[in-house]
């Protein structure tokens, strides 16, 4: 069964860096999501993002983070100036031709920032 | 009802029985619903999901329940099993965009 793919598992980074998390959704999905949880919370939007473009972006979403398709099979997270308060699971998903279908969700990334 | 941190609810069955987890919504507008199974070092696993002019659908050994008019999703699972152990999150679109908003999640411990 295809699957969503997120690399790296575990990245740790001193703060102040940044750090470019990577995913490759679903080969003929077309909308990608990113979502955050920190350790023992709920899942949190962050953005979805269809035909090249962000289409929604939760409040958390702010200048400190971009997105990008570099090319025809990966979804990044880029996060610049890393906080301690951005440690938490990172979580791309995607799902097919448009809203109101599942969300697959891959392993997700753990970010740690010291 | 909702939690804070590790806190989370937590439903524990003996193997073999049914397992009922309920999960209050937050917007009437919302159209779309899916229950995910999370298991520790994983992502959300899709279950099953249901549109807003259903009120029940049923998978394999699963059914969710929708009740419009109490904001209220249940999932239902028979004859759980220790491999049913995990954290279940039910996620809602808020019927205008794609995004999925997650409920804090219950966690269900299966016990031989």
């Known amino acids: 069964e295809p699957e969503v793919t997120q690399t790296p598992s575990h990245q740790v980074t001193q703060m102040g860096q940044e750090v470019i998390l990577r995913c490759v959704p679903i080969?003929?999905?077309?909308?990608f999501y990113w979502y955050r949880q920190i350790l023992g919370q709920k899942v949190e939007f962050l953005v979805s993002f269809y035909n090249n473009e962000i289409s929604e972006k939760s409040e958390i979403f702010d200048d400190q983070f971009s997105v990008e398709r570099p090319d025809g099979s990966n979804f990044t997270l880029k996060i610049r100036s890393t906080k301690l308060e951005d440690s938490a699971m990172y979580f791309c998903a995607s799902s097919e031709v448009s809203r109101n279908q599942p969300q697959h969700f891959g392993d997700g990334t753990r970010l740690s920032i010291l | 009802g909702e939690s804070v941190g590790l806190h989370l609810p937590t439903l524990s069955v003996q193997e073999g029985d049914n397992s009922i987890i309920n999960c209050a919504y937050s917007n009437s507008a919302s159209d779309y619903f899916i229950w995910y199974k999370q298991e520790s070092g994983k992502g959300p696993q899709f279950i099953i999901d249901i549109r807003s002019n259903m009120d029940k659908r049923q998978g394999q050994r699963v059914t969710v329940l929708l009740n419009k008019t109490v904001k209220h999703l249940s999932l239902q699972i028979a004859a759980t099993q220790p491999g049913d152990s995990a954290v279940y999150f039910c996620a809602e679109n808020l019927g205008n965009n794609n995004d999925m908003r997650f409920g804090a999640g219950t966690r269900l411990t299966v016990k031989p």
């Open positions: 080969s003929n999905h077309l909308y």
